[in-house]
């Protein structure tokens, strides 16, 4: 068992920054591919970022690619989103998952490989 908690969203304007984490208890956390997730009202939660058990392989959607970057921290437990150059249309509510494998270098876009989350902490970017 992981238990995901994400802190760090807020009100931010076009062009600011912030910092999204994830601490996680239970299980090793190194033993998890972690990713982050977003969900805008009335559309389907989308894949924003991965990053893998040892932190050396990256995946980012093309929307966010440049501007946000995940990094664990294993030695906290903690995996972090920072957002940069933000978007009004980065507004949603944002959620990090835990995908348990045993590849070192695995990452996913898939949410359905990804079996704990967190309860979301919403990111709202006016213009």
């Known amino acids: 068992q992981v238990q995901l908690v994400e802190s760090g969203g807020g009100l931010v304007q076009a062009g600011g920054s912030l910092r999204l984490s994830c601490a996680a208890s239970?299980?090793?956390?190194?033993?998890?591919?972690m990713g982050w997730f977003r969900q805008a009202p009335g559309k389907e939660r989308e894949f924003v970022a991965a990053?893998?058990?040892?932190?050396?392989?990256?995946d980012y959607a093309d929307s966010v690619k440049g501007r946000f970057t995940i990094s664990p921290d294993n030695a906290k437990n903690t995996v972090y989103l920072q957002m940069n150059s933000l978007k009004p249309e980065d507004t949603a509510v944002y959620s990090c998952?835990?995908?348990?494998?045993?590849?070192?270098?695995?990452?996913?876009?898939?949410?359905?490989?990804?079996?704990?989350w967190g309860q979301g902490t919403q990111v709202t970017v006016s213009s």
């Open positions: 998952a835990a995908a348990g494998t045993r590849l070192l270098t695995y990452v996913t876009r898939a949410s359905d490989e990804y079996t704990y």
């Open positions: 990053v893998s058990r040892t932190g050396v392989r990256t």
């Open positions: 239970g299980r090793t956390f190194s033993s998890y591919v």
